[in-house]
């Protein structure tokens, strides 16, 4: 079952101290962290598991770095996008962190970054993302869950991008 919280303002600290985890593990290897997703956008609605967004430094392939950060207890999600790499850490069996790590070159365009940035700019956008949201609350598969915010999603995407000058785009990356 889908399960969605009211927003929580620790979340921002939680963001903060992750980073700093990760940043260590990583090193040089990783040049900016960001918080992304529904946690990242005070007010709205989220499952509560915190997502990060790492920019990989030039040459740094963002699908080779498993190795770096499994002493921080993240573990590949090989099922995941095939355009940046995806890990994930768990405590006693439920995902609490997702690290989406791109490529330098793809850090300014990352659909999830341009997600975020809209929601903060836009309040009309953010109140219809959030009564979506509640109305898929609950139901019993993920997918139907995903599967039912994409066109909304896609929607608020596609504008900021075109904002940025930027042409449309599909915004699940599989």
């Not at 006693?92 to 940035?117: K, M």
Request: proline share 3%; charged share 25%; hydrophobic share 40%.
């Amino acid at each position: 079952m889908v399960e969605l919280v009211e927003h929580r303002a620790e979340w921002a600290e939680d963001f903060r101290s992750e980073a700093a985890r990760v940043t260590r593990a990583l090193g040089s290897g990783v040049t900016a962290i960001e918080h992304i997703g529904s946690t990242a956008v005070p007010g709205l609605l989220a499952k509560p598991v915190i997502d990060l967004a790492a920019r990989a430094a030039a040459g740094v392939d963002p699908f080779a770095i498993g190795s770096l950060l499994e002493g921080v207890g993240y573990v590949r999600h090989s099922n995941g996008p095939k355009n940046h790499g995806v890990y994930v850490r768990s405590s006693s069996g439920a995902r609490t962190h997702i690290l989406h790590v791109f490529a330098a070159d793809a850090w300014e365009h990352c659909n999830q970054r341009l997600f975020r940035d809209a929601l903060l700019r836009d309040p009309v956008a953010r109140q219809r993302y959030a009564e979506l949201k509640r109305s898929l609350s609950g139901l019993d598969d993920g997918r139907d869950y995903t599967a039912g915010k994409l066109d909304l999603v896609e929607e608020v995407l596609n504008t900021g991008r075109a904002r940025r000058g930027l042409g449309p785009t599909s915004a699940w990356d599989k």
